[in-house]
Nanobody, 116 residues
Framework: QVQLVESGGGLVQPGGSLRLSCAAS????????MGWYRQAPGKQRELVAV???????NYADSVKGRFTISRDNAKNSVYLEMNSLKPEDTAVYYC??????????WGQGTQVTVSS
């Protein structure tokens, strides 16, 4: 049974930082492309960042220079370091795992709220 469990969300002031974590189980973690998506109220879900099995990364333009995705294959975990947070970063953040465009899994999500 595949599980992706996110943690680290919460309430933070504008300009602040948060680190999201996602622990995976039930998959051969090292071969999967891992990603973070988000969905704000009333908006479509959007890609935030991805990291391939070879640790190549890609980011949405809106978060480049502020967010960093990383992975630790020994811990079956992926992380999203978020700095200089803005109110428009408020969303539910989802961890994803994808392999060969066939196997695709999602976590339950963690809420990030940026507000003063």
């Amino acid at each position: 049974q595949v599980q992706l469990v996110e943690s680290g969300g919460g309430l933070v002031q504008p300009g602040g930082s948060l680190r999201l974590s996602c622990a995976a189980s039930g998959i051969i973690f090292s071969i999967y492309t891992m990603g973070w998506y988000r969905q704000a109220p009333g908006k479509q879900r959007e890609l935030v960042a991805v990291i391939t099995s070879g640790s190549n990364t890609n980011y949405a333009d809106s978060v480049k220079g502020r967010f960093t995705i990383s992975r630790d294959n020994a811990k079956n975990s992926v992380y999203l370091e978020m700095n200089s947070l803005k109110p428009e970063d408020t969303a539910v953040y989802y961890c994803t795992a994808e392999f060969a465009r066939k196997y695709n899994y999602w976590g339950q999500g963690t809420q990030v709220t940026v507000s003063s």
